[in-house]
């Protein structure tokens, strides 16, 4: 059972992480037991790692702050072996350099920090740069296989889940605006020869005018005939 001192520190650092958190680095205690917490790192860009997540767990002693905790990573990454403890100045492997200044937030950078280099050290593996990008590429799709880890951060699984959705197809828009050679040869076909139902559209334009041209009434004609002798004869009376 952990002592009164160890619960009241973790509890002041979770709270002091949710107020800052840490650049690359997620950190949350079990709802359970507080002396585990689960962690996830975030690879760094411009090494290969970038684009990684990693999982793992902190079991911390009942005597923290005053005694170091164990440390280990879930996730396959290449550079440490999974489900064993790995050896850090930080961690229980070496208890004589351990500072009980040190937190969980500086515990977690510094193994963040020596998982970029190439050291060995117990609980570390060799493997080449493609093994290491491959396995960070489906390092997010392995974790979210896992309960604890689907609860205990769901922000990483809706990440995942939205990575999954097919990219939706941009449609085509088909302009509806005539160009400017369909609004110049509006009778003109594809073959560029007028079509019969434009010309026949023509004619009766052409035929409606010719008959308003024929159709002067001869009534109006003979009227004004009338007028004009009446006109001239006028003189010839008063004569």
Same mark, same amino acid.
Request: charge should be positive.
């Given at each position: ?8 520190? @973790? ?20 709802? =359970? ?13 411009? &090494? ?28 396959? =990454? ?20 351990? =500072? ?17 280099? =190439? ?11 493609? %093994? ?22 769901? %922000? ?22 005539? &160009? ?9 076909? %594809? ?30 004609? $003979?009227? $004004? ?13 008063? @004569?």
């Amino acid at each position: 059972m952990a002592e009164k001192a160890c619960v009241k520190r @973790l509890q002041k650092e979770y709270r002091a992480l949710c107020k800052e958190p840490v650049s690359h680095v997620v950190a949350r205690p079990s709802p =359970n037991d507080i002396l585990e917490w689960h962690y996830v790192l975030e690879g760094s860009e411009g &090494t290969p790692f970038a684009g990684g997540y990693y999982y793992g767990k902190i079991k911390f002693p009942p005597e923290y702050p005053f005694k170091p905790p164990g440390i280990s990573m879930t996730t396959p =990454n290449g550079r440490f072996m999974t489900q064993k403890k790995i050896c850090l100045s930080m961690s229980d492997f070496h208890p004589e350099s351990w =500072n009980p200044m040190w937190s969980v937030s500086s515990i977690l950078t510094g193994l963040l920090s020596f998982m970029m280099d =190439n050291s060995p050290t117990t609980g570390s593996v060799t493997t080449s740069v493609a %093994e290491k990008e491959k396995l960070a590429k489906t390092s997010l799709a392995f974790n979210c296989k896992n309960p604890t880890f689907r609860k205990l951060f769901p %922000e990483y699984v809706e990440k995942y889940e939205q990575q999954q959705l097919p990219a939706q197809p941009v449609p085509e828009q088909v302009s509806s605006v005539p &160009t400017q050679a369909e609004k110049s040869r509006p009778l003109l076909d %594809e073959h560029g020869n007028s079509t019969k139902d434009d010309v026949n559209r023509v004619k009766p334009i052409k035929d409606v005018k010719n008959r308003q041209r024929q159709s002067f009434p001869t009534w109006l004609l $003979l009227l $004004l005939v009338s007028i004009f002798g009446v006109v001239m004869a006028l003189p010839l009376l008063q @004569l």
